[in-house]
Nanobody, 125 residues
Framework: QVQLVESGGGLVQAGDSLTLSCAASGRNIGNYIMGWFRQAPGKEREFVAA????????HYPDSVKGRFTMSRDKAKNTIYLQMSSLKPEDTAVYYC??????????????????WGQGTQVTVSS
């Protein structure tokens, strides 16, 4: 397993930017597909972004494409989610996750093995 700790959440206004961090320990994130998910009250957890272990590709759903950017710093064993042009509908608890045995990026929560505790992002209108 890999231990994941998110940080950087907070209360922002619509149109603002925010960067989330996820520090990993126990394993090197450069060996795994890493992802970001979010869960709003009363809704299922949904895929937000993922980066392949090669670093060559990132995937985003249409709802955040062009506004969110995922990156990683292998030296710091940390992944990031840069969010811009935030909307009230982006309000959710954001989780980072690791797929410890995947070769291809999946958008399914069940394919990710390790999860952080989450960080709250609230976007006011």
């Amino acid at each position: 397993q890999v231990q994941l700790v998110e940080s950087g959440g907070g209360l922002v206004q619509a149109g603002d930017s925010l960067t989330l961090s996820c520090a990993a320990s126990g394993r090197n994130i450069g060996n795994y597909i890493m992802g970001w998910f979010r869960q709003a009250p009363g809704k299922e957890r949904e895929f937000v972004a993922a980066i392949h272990w090669s670093g060559a590709t990132t995937h985003y759903p249409d709802s955040v494409k062009g506004r969110f950017t995922m990156s990683r710093d292998k030296a710091k064993n940390t992944i990031y989610l840069q969010m811009s042009s935030l909307k009230p509908e982006d309000t959710a608890v954001y989780y980072c996750a690791a797929d410890l045995d995947g070769d291809y990026i999946s958008q399914l929560t069940e394919d990710f093995d390790s999860w952080g505790q989450g960080t709250q992002v609230t976007v006011s209108s």
